[in-house]
């Protein structure tokens, strides 16, 4: 996995989250910081031992229901984390 493809599912994260009406805020709200910090660690071109691909399997949880592309998305950007060893 590349910076390049997991920018891309980030993108689409938020392109996802922008068009749905029917979220928690809160969930909403977790998810984003979860996000922000992801791209933090790529902008600094880092590895960190944080949870943030557990973070993203969580909010993938959170939205199974209601949003499955979202989910979707969630679960493969919390394997590019993983095989990034982030």
């Known amino acids: 996995m590349n910076h390049r ?4 599912a ?3 994260v938020h392109r996802e989250l922008s ?3 029917d979220l928690d ?3 909403v709200e977790k ?3 979860t996000m922000a ?3 933090v660690v790529l902008k600094k071109n880092s590895q960190t031992t944080s949870q943030l691909s557990d973070n993203v399997t969580h909010a993938a949880t959170t ?3 209601s949003h499955p592309r979202l989910t979707e998305t969630l ?3 919390a394997d590019m984390l993983q095989q990034m060893g982030i």
């Open 63 to 65: 939205f199974e229901q």
């Open 37 to 39: 910090e992801i791209e």
């Open 25 to 27: 805020p809160q969930d």
């Open 19 to 21: 068009d749905a009406q």
């Open 5 to 8: 493809e997991l920018t891309e």
């Open 75 to 77: 679960g493969r950007i």
């Open 10 to 12: 980030l993108e689409v």
């Open 31 to 33: 998810l984003q910081t």
